[in-house]
């Protein structure tokens, strides 16, 4: 155990929705029983952290807006444990884990699914697992965490079960992109055993995919789906600036669905784009909009199409569908983290990274310094990016 004092640092903290992020002195307190700090080196803004700052997450936390400190994709080393930490030690590289892996609870010992309960519960109202909090403003107000994370400051507490140990000579950037964005979607597309295979939802050799909405989640199940030897692969998006990108990331077709033919829908110029012309055997939605995922919904095959939903909706928004198109065979599924159990199979990952079927560095589009974090927002909005990384 090295258990350390209060730390002060640097934080980018949320008090509004919509607002831009406020940077200032925090501290953070040493951990407690099962849990470490850890001394963010990268961390990356996903689309689901300019989500919940945009006000439309029923989780932030509690949905009464308390200030809360975002980020959940990132890398850091360690610089004190709590009591009861076995497993990760002071010095470790570590990814952070928005979806933890306790190994033990009905859901880790579940080979078939990676969601871990022992963390969410608290997770979910921005606390600890004590239900407390361990950052603090310069007024003494407490600052809430964030899907177990909260990497937008330079020093984090989480769960010993929210960080997995990864090699010294791994690089902390490209480590960062696999705490979410770039795992969910490769491994949503299933990898070699890991991810949706073990739903039994892996894409099959010489099967078709479309992918609605290429940020870096979807240009991460394209790579995944030529992994997988997919034969026609569909990327789709409203932005024509995604096409060049989502062919590099193994897309065979491109779609824009604001720019159909007189009379054509996405879903009648998909289904005409399969070979049998009865549908797309692999669907996934990365958007987040209930349209788009009806839609991708829509376009999967007759017989034995599955639809994958990945985005995140808005608080309150309903998907629904004539129950006939489930009965004539469509699956309509969902899936989190790409269901990568995230302390035993992240090696998989990084596995996949050497082999080069999962190119990590290319999705980082953006490198900024952390003190420019609510110019990301922009980039992210801007069309432009895939990744902003942020150095600390
Ligand atoms: P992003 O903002 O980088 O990319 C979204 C893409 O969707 C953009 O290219 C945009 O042009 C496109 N798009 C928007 N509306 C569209 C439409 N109507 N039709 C086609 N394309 C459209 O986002 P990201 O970081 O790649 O994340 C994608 C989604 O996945 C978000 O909703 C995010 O919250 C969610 N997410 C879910 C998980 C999970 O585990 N389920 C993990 C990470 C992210
Ligand atoms: N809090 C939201 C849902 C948010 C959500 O679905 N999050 C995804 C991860 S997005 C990562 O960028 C997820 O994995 N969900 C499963 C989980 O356990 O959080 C709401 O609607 O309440
Ligand atoms: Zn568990
Ligand atoms: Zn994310």
Known sequence: MTQGKIIECNAAVAYSPAKPLTIEKITVEAPKTDEIRVKIVKSALCHTDAFTLS???NEWPASDFKPVI????????????GPNVTDLAEGDHVILLYTAECG?????????TNLCVKVRSTQGKGLMPDGTTRFKNSKGEPIYHFMGCSSFSEYTVVSKHSAVKVAKDFDLEKAALLGCGVATGFGAAGYEGIGAAKKNNQITKGSSVAVFGLGAVGCSVLEGARAAGAKKIIAVDVNDKKEEWARSFGATDFVNPTKLAEGETIVSKLTSMSDDGYGID??????????VMNDALMASARGTGISTVIGVAPSGAQISVRPFYLIVGRTWTGIAYGNIKGKTEMNRLIEASDKGDLTLDKYITHRRKFSEINTAFEDLHSGDCLRTVFEY
């Open 282 to 291: 692999f669907t996934y939605d990365c958007t987040g909009n209930v349209n």
């Open 70 to 81: 975002l980020g959940h994709e990132a890398a850091g080393v360690i610089e004190s444990v």
């Open 104 to 112: 033990e609870c009905k859901f880790c010992i579940d080979d078939r």
């Open 55 to 57: 006000g439309d997450d």
